[in-house]
């Protein structure tokens, strides 16, 4: 998570903010996220990605990892999302 939070501030000046903010505060943060991902309150169908799958430093192009990204959600929901 840090890692893509770097890169992005990297790519995008308005976002280096994030860089200020502690690591104790992105674990909690990460925590809470988890937190509510296992209890759903909201019963929710929770679709996870692995997005380090889709770094765009990895890729030619924003376009083919968003597309690639994509094509796995369709495949995870099985086709309901086209």
Same mark, same amino acid.
């Given at each position: 998570?840090?890692?893509?939070?770097? !890169?992005?501030?990297?790519? *995008?000046?308005?976002?280096?903010? !994030?860089?200020?903010?502690? /690591? =104790?505060? %992105? #674990?909690?943060? %990460?925590? +809470?996220? !988890? !937190? %509510?991902?296992?209890?759903?309150?909201?019963?929710?169908?929770?679709?996870?990605? =692995?997005? *380090? #799958?889709?770094?765009?430093?990895?890729?030619?192009?924003? *376009?083919?990892? +968003?597309?690639?990204?994509?094509? &796995? +959600?369709? &495949?995870?929901?099985? /086709?309901?999302? #086209?």
């Amino acid at each position: 998570m840090l890692r893509g939070i770097e !890169e992005r501030a990297q790519g *995008d000046p308005t976002r280096k903010a !994030e860089l200020q903010e502690s /690591g =104790d505060y %992105w #674990k909690r943060l %990460w925590e +809470l996220h !988890e !937190e %509510w991902v296992i209890k759903n309150p909201l019963c929710l169908n929770i679709i996870v990605l =692995d997005m *380090d #799958k889709y770094n765009f430093s990895r890729y030619k192009n924003k *376009d083919e990892a +968003l597309e690639t990204a994509y094509q &796995e +959600l369709v &495949e995870k929901t099985g /086709g309901l999302i #086209k």
